[in-house]
């Protein structure tokens, strides 16, 4: 056991890690006594649920510029506590998410043939911007507005 536990500490220091994709790892690796090792992991803080949340919200917002549902789905496919979604969510800078809404509107309306129709142009939008994870609402306001 030594030797997977500094194997998978040497894997979750170099990234943030949750329980579901630590034992996903241990077992690609063929190692069986996965919950003793991920009890030691979360002792020694190499795994922080609520960490890894807040990490992953961030970076898939700022970077892959995701909309929340996208995002919830994945964390909550990953077994996190829906309290610390939640939280994690809420640090979202709503004006830089505005913004990245908005983007991803403007650069699919230029990718769409202009001969359409408009209710089928809208229709492409909002699937399009749907798939990216951003909420019904948000999306109607910008494509009404």
């Given at each position: ?140 306001k910008l494509i009404i507005d």
């Amino acid at each position: 056991m030594s030797d997977s536990l500094s194997k998978i500490k040497n894997y979750c220091s170099k990234r943030e890690a949750c329980v579901y994709d630590a034992r996903k790892k241990l077992n690609s690796w063929g190692i069986d006594e996965t919950d003793e090792i991920i009890q030691t992991l979360i002792k020694d803080s190499f795994i922080d649920e609520k960490r890894y949340a807040f990490a992953y919200v961030n970076d898939h917002y700022k970077i892959k510029k995701w909309g929340k549902n996208k995002i919830k789905a994945v964390l909550v496919g990953k077994n996190i506590p829906t309290k610390t979604i939640e939280l994690a969510l809420e640090s979202i800078d709503t004006k830089l998410y505005l913004q990245n809404l908005e983007s991803a509107y403007k650069n699919k309306l230029k990718l769409i043939s202009k001969s359409e129709n408009k209710i089928i142009e809208n229709e492409k939008l909002k699937r399009y911007l749907l798939s990216r994870g951003y909420e019904l609402e948000l999306i109607l306001k910008l494509i009404i507005d």
